[in-house]
């Protein structure tokens, strides 16, 4: 399989590892695994969750959660056979030959001490060198990975740097003790896409330079094929294909990896039929959080967001986390007062306050949240939760409710037999079809739906998506759709509006969304989300301007993007707010001139 | 029910079941005490005092010549009830309070807190003590001071669960849907954090027993010819010297009664699925 000219890194051949639990009974959770990594290179562990791929991570790291046993005919990085070290000689490996990158930097550091002292932790443990040494290297990483001041930053305690900064830094500290085996799991998942796109163009040049041979636990084929070399694909536990990055993405040959692909580039839905009259009104709108002073919030979070849905059309709401997106939700449903503006159901006024509406009208406007897990309540069974609103909005009982219940099951395509059951007997996909149900079982005009999908694996969250847009069309729901998914967003809406610092920059529908005319940030973000294709981030890495991360808007006035915008105008951006600019429906909020929107400043500049 | 009483049981650790056969020992015999004691609780037997254990009176004679097995067991039945009737009582009003605190929020929950801390602040036995003085000692007095005594306690741990589960989502999704204070407290909420409310009722009832007795024993609790094991130990202390049945079997009772409880509590585990 690989080039016998390369010699081999990492050996992993008929890896098993099975849980015995206290009862007696075995529980498989990876069998019959074997693959191996030349020297040098990017290994991709790609799987939906409970695949086994951060199990089989761990393994190599000696490591099994749960306690379970791993077993396997060859495990070994370099000249080190892992299964037969023993416990005590497992912790001289770990952190110094091989290291481990997690997914969430902001819960792996310690708050309590500097981002210094938690960095040279690794080499001053395995005694390889004292401690001016040690932070010398670690300030000569800091530059290699592009965090700012390289020089001061190790001062800083963990919450005081952005999310990927944190990330970066946890790549400085797994490869300060130079290990023969980086193990990344998931390392840009839990970020934004335009902060994903520095992380891996940085982390993917330190792996180069520091020649260590990589895993990368993802489940991101995208992401995936921007960093890796290999790929190996894995179902349920078991190994489903291996093969060179191209070959995987272009000419797969289990249909199991073709229905990943599939899932990662979502259909584009033809528009809804356009009905002329608008469910929901949204004008000039501003929300936040604590205490209310002369009509502004302590945290002022939504600025002057207007916009409007029609009956059966689907909207989508897309912007990095910290937009402002959810607060929207949460004001549309009331949950949260708007301090201004004002909200209108077809032709009549909504209270801001959800307490002053009246049950019809809270009946019309359904939310469907994004964690399936905390949204339903787990002392209830499923029965339970889809007759309450019906008792709540219809008086429905009895034998009228039970057969309403099965048709809503029958729409959200669930099985009738778990009624009876409670949200932790429940997969995550049909968790999600449950909450989606109960929005639809009070029949509602309005439906947001608050990144829904965004806890769920590719496949199936494809599945849930694909029911939403068919509910909306055949029931002529109003949906409003919540993501920092742009792809997906702009596969499944009518129309795009995308907020940034809790402000609209631009509304347009799909068509004038997918034209060249863009506010700079919705170029910005379009740009970020990873393509299907090896060659993206290397074509990237050469337009993309120097480094754009954090949320600026300071001011109340101007242009919230003005701090990140690569192409602001001097003496006009930074002293008069952005006008508002409309042509053919689209709505953009900058100060450049329509037929200047038009033109990508990154490839004209460069 | 059986099968469900049974894997309960099962999933008790050992210590679990010694607290459970305690509990269920003492329970059993508050219940029955009427049926099963063999004198009535003021009846003077014999003439001998702080005799041993004999035939006719298995534990003895107290220092009236009364059978101390009867009153021992009327004893338990006057400790058990009063401390179980307090302990309900305080948990009923702690957690409603604790919940209309947490789910209304803003100022409700601002006063009902810092009255609580107030009451918190005081020293409860002194304060049982003054009220009883100042009141004289009756029944419905002692239980509603034992229950007013732990309803502060009761309602922060009530109200820190609560607080926990209203910032879930099925709380806000309930919020959305329009419902009400009342419904979300006793549907949403509560059922969530029974289990950790059974433990703290468990406590409470072990606290309340140590307060009744303490009281009991000062003179202040049940009244004569009635007692609760407090008074049992109190009346009975000049048999101490003699090492009298009477006062060594009460003493193991409230022994046995509390740590038998705290067992129990302590084997069931946190999140409750034992």
């Known amino acids: 399989m690989t080039a016998p000219a390369k010699d081999i890194a990492v050996e992993v051949r008929d890896l098993d590892i099975v849980l015995n639990t206290p009862g007696g009974s075995r529980k498989v959770i990876v069998e019959d695994i074997s693959f191996a990594v030349p020297k040098g290179e990017v290994?991709?562990?790609?799987?939906?969750?409970?695949?086994?791929?951060?199990?089989?991570?761990?393994?190599?790291?000696?490591?099994?959660?749960?306690?379970?046993?791993?077993?396997?005919?060859?495990?070994?990085?370099?000249?080190?056979?892992?299964?037969?070290?023993?416990?005590?000689?497992?912790?001289?490996?770990?952190?110094?030959?091989?290291?481990?990158?997690?997914?969430?930097?902001?819960?792996?550091?310690?708050?309590?001490?500097?981002?210094?002292?938690?960095?040279?932790?690794?080499?001053?443990?395995?005694?390889?060198?004292?401690?001016?040494?040690?932070?010398?290297?670690?300030?000569?990483?800091?530059?290699?990975?592009?965090?700012?001041?390289?020089?001061?930053?190790?001062?800083?305690?963990?919450?005081?740097?952005?999310?990927?900064?944190?990330?970066?830094?946890?790549?400085?500290?797994?490869?300060?003790?130079?290990?023969?085996?980086?193990?990344?799991?998931?390392?840009?998942?839990?970020?934004?896409?335009?902060?994903?796109?520095?992380?891996?163009?940085?982390?993917?040049?330190?792996?180069?330079?520091?020649?260590?041979?990589?895993?990368?636990?993802?489940?991101?084929?995208?992401?995936?094929?921007?960093?890796?070399?290999?790929?190996?694909?894995?179902?349920?536990?078991?190994?489903?294909?291996?093969?060179?990055?191209?070959?995987?993405?272009?000419?797969?040959?289990?249909?199991?990896?073709?229905?990943?692909?599939?899932?990662?580039?979502?259909?584009?839905?033809?528009?809804?039929?356009?009905?002329?009259?608008?469910?929901?009104?949204?004008?000039?709108?501003?929300a936040g959080y604590g205490r209310i002073k002369a009509g502004k919030p302590a945290i002022p979070v939504l600025r002057d967001v207007s916009f409007s849905i029609r009956r059966g059309a689907a909207l989508g709401v897309i912007g990095e986390s910290g937009s402002g997106k959810s607060t929207l939700a949460r004001v549309i449903a009331g949950l949260l007062p708007a301090t201004s503006g004002e909200i209108r159901l077809g032709d009549t006024l909504l209270a801001p306050a959800m307490a002053r509406r009246t049950r019809e009208q809270l009946r019309r406007v359904q939310i469907v949240f994004q964690h399936a897990d905390t949204a339903l309540n787990p002392s209830h069974s499923v029965e339970e939760i889809l007759t309450r609103p019906l008792a709540f909005y219809y008086g429905m009982k009895g034998a009228e409710a039970r057969a309403r219940v099965d048709e809503l099951l029958d729409l959200t395509r669930l099985p009738k037999d778990i009624v009876k059951r409670r949200s932790s007997e429940l997969s995550g996909g049909q968790k999600q079809r449950v909450n989606l149900a109960r929005a639809l079982a009070a029949n509602p005009d309005v439906l947001i739906c608050d990144e829904v999908t965004s806890a769920l694996d590719t496949v199936v969250a494809a599945a849930v998506l694909d029911l939403i847009d068919n509910l909306r069309r055949d029931l002529g729901i109003a949906t409003i759709f919540i993501s920092h998914d742009i792809s997906t967003a702009r596969a499944f809406c009518d129309d795009l509006l995308v907020l940034y610092a809790g402000r609209l920059v631009e509304l347009a529908s799909r068509d004038r969304f997918a034209s060249e005319t863009q506010h700079p940030y919705t170029r910005l973000l379009v740009e970020s989300v990873p393509e299907l294709d090896t060659g993206w981030l290397a074509r990237k890495s050469a337009l993309a301007p120097p480094s754009l991360s954090g949320q600026g808007a300071s001011s109340d006035t101007l242009c919230p993007f003005l701090s990140r915008c690569p192409v602001a105008i001097g003496g006009v951006c930074d002293t008069l707010p952005p006008p508002r600019q409309e042509q053919a429906g689209q709505i953009v909020i900058c100060h450049r001139e329509w037929n200047q929107l038009s033109i990508d400043p990154l490839r004209t500049g460069s | 029910m059986t099968s469900r009483l049974y894997s309960f049981v099962r999933a008790l650790s050992a210590s679990g079941r010694v607290g459970l056969g305690f509990v269920t020992f003492w329970l059993l015999i508050a219940i029955f005490a009427p049926i099963i004691a063999p004198y009535s609780i003021g009846e003077f037997v014999d003439r001998t005092v702080f005799s041993g254990w004999s035939n006719a009176y298995w534990l003895g004679t107290d220092f009236l010549g009364r059978d101390v097995l009867s009153r021992l067991m009327w004893g338990a039945r006057y400790t058990v009830l009063l401390a179980l009737g307090a302990a309900i009582l305080a948990v009923t009003i702690g957690t409603s309070l604790a919940l209309f605190a947490a789910i209304r929020g803003g100022w409700i929950d601002e006063v009902l807190s810092r009255i609580m801390d107030t009451l918190i602040s005081m020293p409860s036995k002194i304060l049982a003590l003054v009220l009883v003085a100042a009141f004289g000692s009756s029944l419905t007095l002692l239980l509603a001071i034992a229950a007013f005594t732990y309803v502060p306690g009761n309602f922060r741990i009530a109200r820190a669960l609560a607080m926990n589960l209203i910032a879930l989502d099925f709380v806000q999704v309930a919020r959305a849907r329009g419902e009400g204070t009342a419904y979300i407290a006793w549907r949403e909420v509560l059922p969530n954090m029974i289990h950790p409310l059974l433990a703290d009722m468990g406590l409470r009832f072990v606290f309340i027993v140590l307060l009744l007795s303490g009281l009991s024993f000062l003179g202040l609790g049940v009244q004569p010819p009635y007692a609760d094991l407090g008074s049992l130990v109190r009346e009975n202390v000049s048999g101490l010297t003699e090492g009298a049945l009477a006062i060594i079997a009460p003493a193991i009772a409230i022994a046995t009664l509390t740590v038998g409880a705290n067992l129990l509590i302590d084997a069931l585990k946190p999140g409750g699925k034992a």
């Open chain 1, 43 to 286: 290994l991709a562990l790609i799987g939906e969750s409970g695949s086994g791929k951060t199990t089989i991570a761990l393994a190599l790291m000696g490591y099994s959660r749960f306690g379970a046993d791993i077993t396997a005919n060859c495990l070994r990085v370099g000249d080190l056979h892992i299964d037969r070290l023993s416990q005590s000689e497992l912790p001289t490996v770990r952190g110094r030959r091989i290291s481990y990158i997690a997914q969430s930097a902001a819960s792996a550091f310690n708050p309590s001490r500097t981002i210094m002292s938690q960095v040279i932790e690794p080499l001053l443990v395995h005694g390889l060198a004292d401690r001016k040494t040690a932070e010398e290297k670690a300030v000569a990483l800091f530059s290699a990975l592009a965090l700012p001041s390289p020089e001061t930053i190790g001062s800083r305690y963990p919450h005081q740097v952005s999310g990927g900064q944190l990330q970066r830094v946890m790549a400085a500290m797994a490869l300060i003790t130079e290990p023969e085996l980086v193990i990344l799991d998931e390392p840009t998942t839990a970020l934004d896409v335009t902060t994903q796109v520095e992380v891996l163009k940085t982390i993917k040049s330190a792996l180069k330079q520091s020649g260590a041979t990589a895993i990368y636990v993802s489940h991101d084929l995208a992401v995936v094929a921007q960093v890796a070399d290999r790929i190996v694909v894995l179902k349920d536990g078991h190994l489903c294909e291996d093969g060179a990055v191209g070959k995987i993405l272009h000419d797969p040959d289990s249909d199991y990896t073709r229905s990943l692909l599939t899932a990662v580039q979502p259909q584009q839905r033809p528009d809804a039929e356009a009905a002329p009259d608008n469910v929901l009104t949204v004008g000039s709108v501003d």
